[in-house]
Each structure stands twice: as C-alpha cells, then as structure tokens.
C-alpha cells in the first residue's frame, strides 16, 4: 500500500518496442504477485494526456529505447510530478548517447576504448578511419540500445556498408575500436552492484539475434572472476554510473581488450527485464527473487528517508 497505484509504462514507439512489451508484462506480473497495485500502461496507444487519470501515484519505467530512455518520459513524469524508477531527465539523455557517454568516461579518467562519432551524409574516409581506429571496428547507431543495427568491420567496404546500414536507425553512428576479450555486464540497483556476468556467444559479437532469437549464448554468473578482478570490474561500473549521473538502477556493460584491460561500453538506464534477462540473472545470485527484484527497484521511488528505514528494516 506504500506505493498507491503504479503504472507500468511498457511499448512506446521505439525500435525496442517488443522488448519493453515483454519487460513491462513481467515486471507488471511480479508486481502484482507481490501485493503492489499496478497496472500496464503504453503511452504510444493511450497517450500522456490521459495517464494522470488513472489516478496513478508513481510509475515503473520499462520502456527501452528512444522515447522511453532518453530523457523524454522522465521529462514528462517530471511535469506530472510523478515519482518513477531509473535516473532523471539529464542521465537518461546523456546515457542514450554512446559517443558522449564515453567523452565524459574518457574526460573523467575513466578507461573505454576509442571511438570516433560520424554523422549521416558526412564525408568519410573509410580506410583512414578504419586505420585510425586500429584496422577492425564496431559500427553501432549512437542513439539505439538491444544491439540494433550494429555492425563489425575490418575493410573500407564493410566500414561503408555498416555506416550505411546504422544510418538507416540513427543520424549519429559510433564507430569503435574492436575490443576482442570477454565481455561483462554489471546491474546496479539501489547503490549495490551486482554480481558480473560474464557473456559468451558463438556469434561475431553479442548482437540482437543472440540476445533474443536463439539459444546459444551463455550467461555466466558467478563470472568465473577473481576475488580481485570481480572486486574491480563492480567498482568500474559504479564509477561509469556515478559518473554520469545515473539513479535508481541500470546496467553497465564492459569488456576486455587484447591486453586484458577493462574497457566501458555503454549504461543502460533501463535494462531488460524479463525473468531471463540480464539484472535479475546477477540479483539471483545473491538469493533475491524476481518479485523481490521488481520491489526493490520500485522503492528507490520512494523519500530518501522512508527508502532508509525499509532497507534496514529488510537487513533486520
């Protein structure tokens, strides 16, 4: 009852829509399973203009993508006055943006590998570029999330294709060094990093068929890390998260270059969040439930104060 009526917001009109329609029912499910009174609400069906009558009280962020990710609805809920889940207007934006994103981690210290932004219609000297950035690359659309429209290239013509294919999603495209060592992701949920998972595919990368169209990749939890090295790939994603402003809960996803060196990918303000994603796959490792999850990302809307005694009451 503490949290009144919450809207589940899930769909929306981004590239991502079937996957934040997924999202929101599993979160709306486990919601309502746990006593919560939610309900789904999609605002490309419904429209903003009719959510306050509802006589909602806060809502549950799970739409993935432009629109849902990037500043906008927080921006809206903001108006509304509305408490909601994740980070605020200004995080959200900047995270939706791979290549400012990883300006600001670079400007603050913080390792990622080079990348160069390219803009639709830009002139482009593909084999310069490709040289610059170390002879193979990944092409990715600056402003998209789920792997959409991404790309590896290790020739002036692939690069040409793969610009030419992003372009097709976004008017900004980033242009990455190619990084060959494990990859990792860490969710953050209420300050607390969770266990990293490591992620392993046959594929030439993790793209969009591995993560939701076959059965092939592997998500491992425990990492197979040491004590040290799951210790600092944790501390890195709370400082990439930090450093952006991010609140709430997210995901940091990282990997390895040849020399082993952590490099930051991107933040995720709003992950995936069906029971086989990739957040409720590390809170499980610490014995926390799907339900448990979805409760305690739904209490960091809640005063600073009252978030305070919940959690020690929960410690007790």
Partial sequence: MKFGKVAVLAGGDSAEREVSQRSGAAVHKALVEQGVDAFLYDPAERGWQNLLATGVERVFIALHGRGGEDGQTQAILEMLGLPYTGSGVLASALAMDK??????????????????????????????????????????????????GMAMADSADALAAALAAAADFDHEMLVETWLSGPEYTVGIVAGEALPAIRVKTPHAFYDYAAKYQDNTTEYLCPAGLSVDREAAVRALALEAFAAVGAEGWGRVDLMENSRGELQLLELNTVPGMTEKSLVPKAAAQLGMSFGELVVKILSTTLPAAELLANTEAAER
């Fill in 99 to 148: 290549g400012r994103t990883k300006a600001l981690w670079r400007g603050v210290g913080l390792p990622t590998a080079q990348a160069v932004t390219v803009k639709r219609g830009e002139h482009v000297n593909f084999a310069q570029l490709l040289a610059d950035l170390g002879g193979q690359v990944m092409v990715k659309p600056a402003h998209e999330g789920s792997s959409i």
